[in-house]
């Protein structure tokens, strides 16, 4: 998933970056708002995570003027924890907060509930007829089989399983897998898809290569 970071933190940025990265999530990075349009008119995002105090201006102003037009679920940080606060944030578009100093992995819970919800989904679990995605776990599962994913596998596959039937083209897998710092071409993703492609085979899940258009994902019989 491609998250972008607005926080003007030097050191509380990087460590975000690099945690989010772990789990290999494409994480952009803005100190500014007006960085932050600048992204956000160049690509599109599955959340946000956004400051509230930053050199150029109030991140839930941004946020309230940014709803008209801006579905992307986000996530305030802030280091005020007066419930006034926290419901103002909430009122202006914020799908959740989170008050600083915060515990990573409670950022990581928070980041996962709210695409769970934007997805209508009750569970960090997703169905592939026959298999069962599991985001948290890192684990795709067909009846007792299991399959445990590494983590740009983990991510390349939530892709298509939240796309499901859809043909997604390389350069939509490419804008979901990477930042801006990262120098990649479309050979990459073939390279990623056929290894991805390699590891699944046996548990049912198959990967369809649609001739000049993209990839999408089929999953076998119930036998």
């Not at 290999?24 to 946000?48: R, W």
């Not at 105090?53 to 946020?63: A, I, K, S, T, V």
């Given at each position: 998933?491609?998250y972008l970071l607005v926080e003007d933190n030097t050191e509380l940025a990087e460590a975000v970056l690099k945690r989010l990265a772990l789990d290999g999530h494409?994480?952009?990075?803005?100190?500014?708002?007006?960085?932050?349009?600048?992204?956000?008119?160049?690509?599109?995002?599955?959340?946000?995570?956004?400051?509230?105090?930053?050199?150029?201006?109030?991140?839930?102003?941004?946020?309230?003027?940014?709803?008209?037009?801006?579905?992307?679920?986000?996530?305030?940080?802030?280091?005020?924890?007066?419930?006034?606060?926290?419901?103002?944030?909430?009122?202006?578009?914020?799908?959740?907060?989170?008050?600083?100093?915060?515990?990573?992995?409670?950022?990581?819970?928070?980041?996962?509930?709210?695409?769970?919800?934007?997805?209508?989904?009750?569970?960090?679990?997703?169905?592939?007829?026959?298999?069962?995605?599991?985001?948290?776990?890192?684990?795709?599962?067909?009846?007792?089989?299991?399959?445990?994913?590494?983590?740009?596998?983990?991510?390349?596959?939530?892709?298509?399983?939240?796309?499901?039937?859809?043909?997604?083209?390389?350069?939509?897998?490419?804008?979901?897998?990477?930042?801006?710092?990262?120098?990649?071409?479309?050979?990459?993703?073939?390279?990623?898809?056929?290894?991805?492609?390699?590891?699944?085979?046996?548990?049912?899940?198959?990967?369809?290569?649609?001739?000049?258009?993209?990839?999408?994902?089929?999953?076998?019989?119930?036998?």
């Amino acid at each position: 998933m491609r998250y972008l970071l607005v926080e003007d933190n030097t050191e509380l940025a990087e460590a975000v970056l690099k945690r989010l990265a772990l789990d290999g999530h494409a994480i952009d990075h803005a100190p500014t708002l007006a960085d932050a349009e600048d992204c956000l008119a160049a690509a599109s995002y599955d959340l946000i995570l956004l400051d509230v105090m930053l050199p150029d201006g109030d991140g839930r102003e941004f946020l309230a003027r940014s709803r008209a037009h801006l579905e992307t679920p986000v996530i305030v940080l802030t280091a005020r924890s007066q419930v006034s606060d926290r419901v103002g944030a909430l009122d202006q578009g914020a799908d959740d907060y989170i008050t600083k100093p915060f515990d990573f992995s409670e950022l990581e819970a928070r980041c996962r509930a709210v695409l769970r919800r934007r997805g209508g989904m009750a569970r960090n679990e997703i169905t592939l007829g026959p298999l069962s995605f599991d985001l948290l776990r890192g684990t795709l599962r067909r009846g007792d089989d299991i399959l445990e994913l590494r983590s740009r596998e983990i991510r390349l596959l939530e892709v298509f399983a939240r796309h499901p039937g859809q043909i997604l083209s390389k350069s939509h897998l490419m804008d979901r897998l990477f930042t801006y710092d990262t120098t990649v071409t479309e050979n990459a993703i073939e390279v990623y898809v056929g290894r991805l492609r390699r590891r699944t085979a046996d548990i049912g899940l198959r990967i369809e290569t649609v001739r000049g258009h993209g990839y999408r994902i089929e999953t076998g019989g119930n036998d």
